[in-house]
């Protein structure tokens, strides 16, 4: 029986779990049971969450990263791919051009932000100035 403190992120940890190294028919079989237990629990209200759950831990899991790099101007290939290099091994970015930072770049993760903007730059410095 559920909890009254289990999570969605609970939920999404077994479901990684139990699927770990599966395929095929045993991963169908492993899901299947998994949608019953939720159904029986009165929860497929929340397999949208769960299932996003599931998605961050499995990237968490496998060190994945997700970045947003936005830059004034757009960006070669390799000056992204250097990027990313210094973020991990399985990194993935969207580029976003954004004049109003000047040049430099900022550089978005799940839970920071590097600001390298020429635009942050210049307001620090007529802030030291002031």
């Known amino acids: 029986m559920a909890k009254k403190t289990d999570t969605n992120?609970?939920?999404?940890?077994?479901?990684?779990?139990?699927?770990?190294?599966k395929s095929g028919a045993e991963l169908?079989?492993?899901?299947r049971a998994f949608v019953h237990l939720l159904a029986v629990r009165g929860l497929l209200k929340h397999a949208d969450?769960?299932?996003?759950?599931?998605?961050?831990y499995s990237k968490q899991e496998n060190d994945e990263k997700e970045i947003e790099i936005t830059s004034a101007h757009s960006l070669s290939e390799?000056?992204?791919?250097?990027?990313?290099?210094?973020?991990?091994r399985n990194v993935t970015a969207s580029t976003k051009v954004?004049?109003?930072i000047l040049g430099g770049i900022v550089?978005?993760?799940?839970?920071?932000?590097?600001?390298?903007?020429l635009k942050t730059q210049v307001e620090r410095l007529h802030a030291e100035l002031s």
């Open 9 to 21: 992120k609970d939920y999404a940890i077994a479901l990684y779990r139990m699927t770990l190294d």
């Open 98 to 100: 954004d004049a109003s």
């Open 78 to 88: 390799n000056v992204v791919k250097t990027i990313k290099q210094a973020f991990g």
């Open 49 to 56: 969450r769960i299932i996003n759950e599931f998605i961050n």
């Open 107 to 117: 550089v978005k993760t799940t839970d920071k932000i590097f600001d390298a903007s």
């Open 28 to 31: 169908k079989e492993v899901t």
